[in-house]
């Protein structure tokens, strides 16, 4: 029977809630920092559309993140971290390392050290992306299944107030302080997800260990092998794998060049933070719960196809925005509506990658299909500049449209053929 609105929402108060929704804050911070919140840093510095679009590769990491996440999954971390677990010993020790990047690109002075900024952007990237391998798998595995819609909805909120902290918290820094400030300050920021850490409890969920009667090949093949074979085995996988990489590409594509928009349109570092980051956030909060609420009601495939539709159509507000020029209105119009669906659209496809993953190899299967989502976001747009400088604003955004349209199609054969209720 489809649940009432009162029993859609009514799990949102489980206390397991409050831990994702900390986890997603603790996921979100770091994205920021080598994504929109460092385009902006380099497009105050002057640098051409098409070298900023090349700083989406340092987010490589994120799109092979699934290669280490085996051993995340199969071995257990250092002495003395061991007595906390599996999950929080590598999740504390992932964290330093990951406070501590931080710390070092803000050291960094772009103007004559670029190559140097994007070493540290990627260290930030491959400890966030390690983060993301055990965060992922906690939340699956402290989440009962019918839960997994509206922890998407909660984890989208956190992860949204984490780039909030790291987006429009970074600008005020910025422009108040300076980029080195704001970043140095940044890394203060990821206490909160480190003392939660400290106080919850380990998830109950046997590891894959190395025993003393058991070879090094048959531990490989438990955890290296047995979780790629295991989804492989599903019907219809290379079309689930093309769906989740195709579901966000034309807003991937879009994103990356929303902040040298609003910068050569004339808003100013506080004007973006005001409306994109904190009027943007409520949109995205409330796209986030709402589309939990939804996907709950109208079953995950018909979620996944209404929210895609939406947030494809969101990217002509873009080039009605680069028509506008400087118009506030406009600019609270588009963010409001492209993150409003970007929210919905986020939250399906976090349950639908849930949805995917054997319990047995939570961390390593949610690390290849998240790898995969996010490959739209990294490699894919990361020629969105000079897509940008080739066709104009306006038939830029016209293509992240079309391209996703693909999308889709995939998802009315999945629907057709191997549905998920």
């Given at each position: 029977?489809?649940?009432?609105?009162?029993?859609?929402?009514?799990?949102?108060?489980?206390?397991?809630?409050?831990?994702?929704?900390?986890?997603?804050?603790?996921?979100?911070?770091?994205?920021?920092?080598?994504?929109?919140?460092?385009?902006?840093?380099?497009?105050d510095l002057g640098l051409e559309k098409t070298t900023i679009g090349l700083f989406g590769l340092v987010s490589l990491p994120y799109n092979l993140k699934f290669l280490w996440a085996p051993l995340l999954d199969g071995l257990s971390p250092p002495w003395p971290l061991t007595r906390l677990g599996r999950r929080r010993g590598w999740l504390l020790l992932i964290q330093l390392g990951l406070m501590a990047?931080?710390?070092?690109?803000?050291?960094?002075?772009?103007?004559?050290?670029?190559?140097?900024?994007a070493l540290t952007a990627l260290a930030v990237a491959f400890f966030s992306a390690s983060q993301d391998i055990v965060i992922d798998a906690?939340?699956?595995?402290?989440?009962e299944e019918e839960q997994f819609a509206a922890g998407a909805g909660v984890v989208v909120l956190g992860y949204r107030l984490?780039?909030?902290?790291?987006?429009?918290?970074?600008?005020?820094?910025?422009?108040?302080?300076?980029?080195?400030?704001?970043?140095?300050?940044?890394?203060?920021?990821?206490?909160p997800a480190f003392l939660?850490?400290?106080?919850?409890?380990e998830p109950k969920v046997p590891g894959v260990a190395i025993h003393h009667d058991s070879s090094l090949w048959a531990w490989l093949q438990r955890v290296v092998i047995l979780p790629f074979s295991d989804f492989l085995q599903r019907p219809g996988w290379?079309?689930?794998?093309?769906?989740?990489?195709c579901y966000k590409l034309g807003d991937?594509?879009?994103?990356?060049?929303?902040?040298?928009?609003?910068?050569?349109l004339g808003f100013t570092l506080v004007e973006i933070a005001n409306v994109t980051k904190v009027f943007g956030l409520i949109a995205t909060l409330a796209g986030g719960v709402l589309g939990g609420a939804l996907v709950a009601r109208l079953g995950l495939m018909s979620g996944l196809f209404w929210f895609g539709l939406l947030q494809m159509l969101s990217n002509l507000m873009f080039m009605l925005l680069a028509w506008a020029?400087?118009?506030?209105?406009?600019?609270?119009?588009?963010v409001a509506i492209e993150n409003l669906s970007g929210g919905m659209g986020s939250a399906a496809l976090v349950a639908y990658l849930s949805s995917l993953c054997n319990r047995s190899y939570t961390a390593t299967q949610y690390a290849l299909l998240s790898a995969i989502a996010s490959l739209a976001r990294g490699v894919l747009a990361s020629g969105s500049g000079w897509l940008a400088d080739t066709m104009g604003w306006s038939g830029f955004f016209l293509f992240t449209v079309v391209a996703s349209l693909p999308a889709l199609a995939l998802l009315l054969y999945l629907q057709r053929r191997f549905p998920i209720r």
């Open positions: 029977m489809t649940p009432s609105w009162y029993q859609s929402l009514a799990v949102y108060w489980d206390r397991r809630m409050a831990i994702v929704l900390l986890l997603g804050y603790a996921s979100g911070l770091p994205l920021a920092l080598t994504l929109g919140t460092l385009t902006l840093w380099l497009a990047s931080i710390l070092a690109m803000s050291a960094v002075d772009p103007r004559g050290q670029l190559s140097l900024l906690l939340r699956v595995e402290i989440l984490g780039m909030l902290v790291s987006g429009a918290g970074a600008l005020y820094l910025a422009s108040f302080f300076g980029w080195a400030t704001a970043y140095a300050l940044m890394a203060v920021m990821m206490l939660l850490i400290l106080f919850m409890q290379w079309a689930m794998l093309a769906f989740i990489l991937a594509l879009a994103g990356l060049m929303t902040s040298p928009l609003y910068r050569e020029g400087h118009d506030m209105g406009m600019l609270m119009a588009t």
